[in-house]
């Protein structure tokens, strides 16, 4: 079996309803996120196996496999998967498990497992 590590961590500041992020798109503030973390570890993106985002309001803006989206308006490869999942209280947990699981099975060198909520 494969061990699965975590290599970096990356967020946006923290807001609050209606304040400085409020006309953020939850796509681009994602998107952000997604090219900051291949810039700081200076990788071929192009060497991501999936990006799963968690995400439990999938609703208006965040409807439409926010995950998916954010991949591409990061500018990544379209060749890169992307999928978005709601657990309820725990989608970006969820997603870190569902990442975990991939590497350790063999399925996924290297994943993106992430959160959105606007």
Request: hydrophobic fraction near 45%.
């Amino acid at each position: 079996m494969h061990n699965a590590v975590i290599v970096d961590a990356i967020r946006t500041p923290l807001g609050k309803r209606n304040g400085r992020l409020k006309e953020w798109h939850p796509v681009d503030l994602a998107a952000q996120t997604l090219k900051a973390l291949v810039e700081r570890n200076d990788f071929d993106p192009a060497l991501i196996d999936d990006v799963i985002m968690g995400c439990v309001m999938q609703v208006g803006e965040q409807s439409l496999n926010v995950g998916r989206n954010a991949v591409l308006a990061a500018g990544l490869p379209e060749t890169i998967p992307g999928t978005t999942i709601d657990r309820q209280c725990g989608s970006s947990q969820q997603a870190a498990h569902f990442a975990a699981q991939g590497v350790m099975a063999g399925a996924y060198d290297i994943v993106i497992a992430s959160g959105v909520e606007v």
